[in-house]
């Protein structure tokens, strides 16, 4: 019986999706056309920030400060090896903390118009895919340019990718709900951001790390995505699948019960705003 409310909650949930369609394109175009519509370079800044970030974190970590990884031949090593994690943490980052405020911010949209409120979320995540599709566009410019392509490895980022926006789905949903009632959730999962970066190992390497450490790291399910997309850019290597299983049953889980605590509060949500 369980199963089959389940599934019944999702197809209807796609259903409502699919006949909203409209709405949801044209609020993920009028987004993007805000964010820059005021700007003398417009849409240009969103190719700019990135393209600094890749030149300055190539040239200060790569050349000046001579930082290298351990049996890595390319001078660009380590510099591909944060921009891997820097620009894949942004996107989980930028996700799941523009989810846990879409409720709130958009009160006002959910009081006069009657339409699915799932919509909202999947606007936050079209957005933020599309900013990642453009930044992600240019690190891979800079691969193909400096000869570091990694080769038909390239595609294994596809279910790693899945993976990661599942898990960020699961999670910004639950704290979007749980942010409409507990203001303080917000500000709460900042600061845990803050720590929760310096746990994944994004601008050091798991083998400088002590072993006990590095048996804390695979309680981390980022850490392991994240390593992913390294072992992929840097090493050109196939992700291991089976560290990969944690996390996809912990996406899975999180999504599931996202859905289930959106669906029992989505009216008094409508109060609480």
């Known amino acids: 019986m369980q199963q089959t409310g389940i599934q019944t909650g999702l197809q209807n949930a796609v259903r409502s999706l699919w006949r909203y369609r409209g709405f949801v394109a044209g ?6 056309q805000a964010r820059y519509r005021n700007s003398m370079l417009g849409a240009a800044w969103m190719v700019l920030n990135p393209l600094a970030m890749i030149v ?5 970590f790569s050349q000046l ?3 290298r990884l351990p049996n890595a031949s390319s001078q660009f ?4 090896y944060l921009c891997a994690g820097l620009l894949t943490w942004g996107f989980f980052t930028e996700v799941v903390s523009r989810m846990q405020t879409v409720f709130l911010e958009n009160g006002n949209l959910i009081k006069k118009l009657s339409f699915p409120r799932i919509c909202l979320p999947i606007i936050t ?6 900013n990642f599709a ?3 566009g240019l690190f891979l410019c800079f691969l193909i340019l400096s000869g570091n392509f990694p080769g038909w490895v390239f595609f294994a980022i596809v279910p ?5 926006i599942l898990f960020s789905i699961g999670l910004g949903i639950i704290l979007g709900v749980l942010n409409v009632f507990f203001r303080d959730i917000g500000q709460l999962f900042g600061i845990v951001l803050q720590f929760w970066f310096w746990f994944t190992p994004i601008v050091y390497t798991v083998s400088t790390l002590p072993g006990k450490i590095q048996t804390l790291l695979k309680l981390n399910p980022m850490a392991s995505l994240i390593l992913a997309y390294q072992g992929i850019f840097v090493s050109g290597t196939w992700p291991d699948w089976s560290s990969l299983l944690p996390v996809t049953l912990i996406s899975l889980a999180l999504c599931w019960f996202g859905l289930q605590l959106f669906r ?3 009216g008094e949500m409508v109060d609480e705003l």
């Open 160 to 164: 790693v990718l899945l993976i990661q």
């Open 27 to 32: 609020s993920v175009r009028r987004e993007f």
């Open 77 to 80: 090593a380590y510099g591909i």
């Open 56 to 60: 300055v974190y190539t040239v200060i």
């Open 134 to 136: 453009i930044i992600f």
């Open 65 to 67: 400060m001579h930082a």
């Open 125 to 130: 995540v079209l957005n933020a895919s599309l």
């Open 264 to 266: 029992r509060h989505a």
